[in-house]
């Protein structure tokens, strides 16, 4: 079993930073894809980054590519997601999920992940 505890939410002004952590436990991270996913209101739950498991492969939604880093700390079990010239439309709430398992060709679906947190608000808003 595997917990996963995202923090770092917050209101930030447009073109602002954030950095999001999820951290896991129960099982070393290191062993899971972690990915952040965010769901707006009214939209559906979105791929935004993946930190494949085992090594240092990196993938990103077209949306938050070249503004967003996932990045892993695997001493402390944590990942993160920095957040650079965040912009209105990147309000949603954002989940770090995990699984052990998954294929390449599923890293982006939300459904292929077996691990959860309870995810943290971001809002982007002057």
């Known amino acids: 079993q595997v917990q996963l505890v995202e923090s770092g939410g917050g209101l930030v002004q447009p073109g602002g930073s954030l950095r999001l952590s999820c951290t896991a436990s129960g099982r070393t991270s290191s062993q899971f894809t972690i990915a952040w996913f965010r769901q707006a209101p009214g939209k559906e739950r979105e791929f935004v980054a993946a930190h494949w498991r085992g090594g240092r492969n990196t993938y990103y939604s077209d949306a938050v590519r070249g503004r967003f880093t996932i990045s892993r700390d695997n001493n402390k079990n944590t990942v993160y997601l920095q957040m650079n010239t965040l912009k209105p439309d990147d309000t949603a709430i954002y989940y770090c999920?995990?699984?052990?398992?998954?294929?390449?060709?599923?890293?982006?679906?939300?459904?292929?992940?077996?691990?959860w947190g309870q995810g943290t608000q971001v809002t982007v808003s002057s």
């Open positions: 999920a995990g699984d052990g398992t998954l294929i390449l060709s599923s890293i982006r679906d939300h459904v292929h992940y077996d691990y």
